[in-house]
């Protein structure tokens, strides 16, 4: 009896880490895909001096892809998981310029950012699209991807679809759009 309730536990448990590994608040955890991030990062200007935020880093890949780049990097995540997960990646890879804070995108400032990189749901983006109209410094760089801002008009448009086989990813994927304040 005693195993069994031990089992029964440890699988609730287990169950439990599983669902909250992929849920979000503004957008449920589908990262981004890795062989598109140089493209993305490089056209950005990311590199050293450049002060780098993700909203909603997941498991911190374009944090640390950005940090790898020479940028500050910092990513925003509510899940506490994929924080601890991406600041473990990170160590192992001595990036001391990656960090990752746990919290809510809409409750912190960037007027300190030169580069920001959003992939949330449609509702996410449009509340960051209002306040980050209000905060980022001027020439800041914003890129959207999948789901767009949609009164700022984007300066370019990159579509990976033709170069990478996204054909099994939610439609939009593949979809980068480049704004600067
Ligand atoms: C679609 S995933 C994108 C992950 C990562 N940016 C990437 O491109 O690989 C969205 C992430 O945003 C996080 N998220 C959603 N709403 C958030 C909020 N209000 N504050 C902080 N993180 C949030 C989710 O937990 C999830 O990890």
Redesign the pocket.
């Known amino acids: 009896m005693e195993l069994i309730l031990t089992i029964s536990s440890g699988l609730l448990v287990g169950c439990l880490v599983a669902i909250s590994w992929f849920?979000?608040?503004?957008?449920?955890?589908?990262?981004?895909k890795i062989e598109l991030l140089k493209k993305i990062l490089n056209t950005a200007g990311v590199k050293k001096g450049k002060k780098f935020y993700?909203?909603?880093?997941?498991?911190g890949?374009?944090v640390i892809e950005a940090a790898k780049l020479g940028a500050e990097s910092i990513?925003?995540?509510?899940?506490i998981l994929?924080i601890v997960y991406s600041k473990i990646v990170a160590k192992k890879l001595n990036l001391s310029n990656a960090r990752f804070l746990h919290?809510?995108?809409?409750s912190k400032n960037y007027q300190d950012a030169d580069i920001v990189?959003?992939?949330?749901?449609p509702k996410?983006v449009s509340r960051l699209e209002k306040q980050l109209r209000n905060q980022l410094p001027k020439r800041a760089i914003v890129i959207t991807?999948?789901f767009h801002f949609t009164n700022w008009k984007p300066y370019k448009k990159l579509d990976l679809f033709n170069e990478f086989d996204l054909s099994k990813d939610i439609k939009g994927a593949g979809s980068f759009y480049f704004y600067q304040r």
């Open positions: 849920a979000g608040s503004d957008a449920p955890y589908v990262p981004t993700e909203l909603g880093s997941g498991d890949r374009v990513g925003i995540e509510q899940s994929r919290g809510n995108v809409f990189y959003i992939y949330l749901l996410g991807q999948t």
